[in-house]
């Protein structure tokens, strides 16, 4: 069995449910049938379009995002699936901050919900810096089902990395 790194800090009866989809072979068909669509994000401007959606909505009175971009390079990082940074300059005798969030490419092919839980995760950080209870209430505040579209995104991370074939959706 391959080692469930994307799941450290669940409970043993979760990973031992995971391990059994594993073994059965129906990890990735467990999660096409929970997803079966993708989302029509595919470039930098229907990912502005969709953040500032979703931004707007929720977050109004946020800071506004300078820049929003696909980064190919957050493929390799394990850790990294979406960026939120704030870059300060000096400008005359005041501190300006231009806020970027960056989302991993390898969400151009992910499942609707997944992207939007990367891209509530990351506007979420306009408001609350730190993962604090208020951060993951202002995330369930956008996005009800974020706990579970965080978990499952866990699920399909770990079925990529298996290299699982799977449906376009999923693929």
Excluded at 136 to 164: I, K, N, S
Aim: proline share 6%; net charge positive.
């Amino acid at each position: 069995m391959p080692p469930l790194k994307y799941l450290t800090g669940y409970s043993p009866d979760v990973l031992a449910r995971v391990q059994a989809l594993i073994g059965a072979g129906r990890l990735n068909s467990h999660l096409s049938e929970r997803y079966p669509e993708s989302h029509t994000v595919r470039n930098e401007a229907a990912l502005i379009d969709y953040v500032q959606s979703i931004k707007s909505r929720y977050l109004r009175s946020a800071p506004p995002v300078a820049k929003i971009a696909w980064d190919p390079r957050m493929q390799q990082l394990q850790q990294t699936l979406g960026t939120h940074t704030a870059i300060s300059r000096v400008q005359g005798g005041r501190l300006k901050a231009k806020r970027e969030i960056r989302i991993a490419s390898v969400f151009k092919d992910a499942p609707a919900p997944f992207l939007k839980m990367i891209v509530v995760h990351e506007l979420a950080h306009l408001k609350e810096r730190a993962h604090d209870k208020a951060f993951y209430a202002l995330c369930v505040h956008m996005e009800p089902e974020y706990h579970q579209f965080e978990f499952d995104t866990r699920l399909w991370l770990m079925a990529t990395a298996m290299g699982v074939e799977s449906s376009p959706a999923l693929s």
